[in-house]
């Protein structure tokens, strides 16, 4: 019966994660799809905690009830520049966007690019089931990358 117990509890346990990660995808390709859709004059306002906030209602509706840890936009337009919300990373959000340089795409009308990163801790959003066995998902943090090509 123990291991029965164990063993429901961590199905359980990876549904939940599997959940805030494909949660977490969609809010990353929701904010891409804001800051591509954003003036590039507008691009730095993004900072001032606006894409941070579309991305914590996207997941609040998901019912992750404390929303992102960190929200990173990167962008080529104009002068390329990097945007963290918030700016210094809270404790236990440890968080990077992609190494990766962002593309440019030959050919295109458009050949600058955005990506944003998007994190979620799993404390505090999803239930700890397994803790008392010793697996705890406390110091785990989901990260999602979603790149478009600018549109405006």
């Known amino acids: 019966m123990p291991a029965f117990l164990i063993i429901m509890l961590a199905i359980i346990q990876i549904s939940l994660i599997y959940v805030v990660s494909e ?12 800051a591509s859709e954003t003036p590039q004059a507008a ?4 900072n001032t905690g606006a894409l941070k906030t579309s991305v914590d209602n996207v997941l ?4 992750i009830p404390l929303g992102s840890c960190r929200v990173v936009l990167e962008h080529n337009v104009g002068a ?4 963290n919300d918030p ?3 809270v404790a236990g959000c440890d968080c990077d966007p992609p190494v990766t340089s962002l593309p440019v795409v030959t050919g295109a009308v458009n050949t600058e690019s955005v990506r944003t990163t998007v994190c979620v801790a799993l404390d505090g959003n999803i239930p700890d089931f397994l803790d008392s066995f010793g697996f705890s998902i406390e110091d785990y943090v989901v990260e999602q990358s979603t790149t478009y090509l600018y549109e405006l």
């Open 23 to 34: 949660q977490t995808a969609y809010a990353s390709r929701y904010a891409a799809k804001i």
């Open 87 to 89: 700016v210094v990373a």
């Open 43 to 46: 691009l730095p306002a993004l």
């Open 60 to 63: 609040m509706v998901g019912e």
């Open 80 to 83: 390329a520049a990097t945007i």
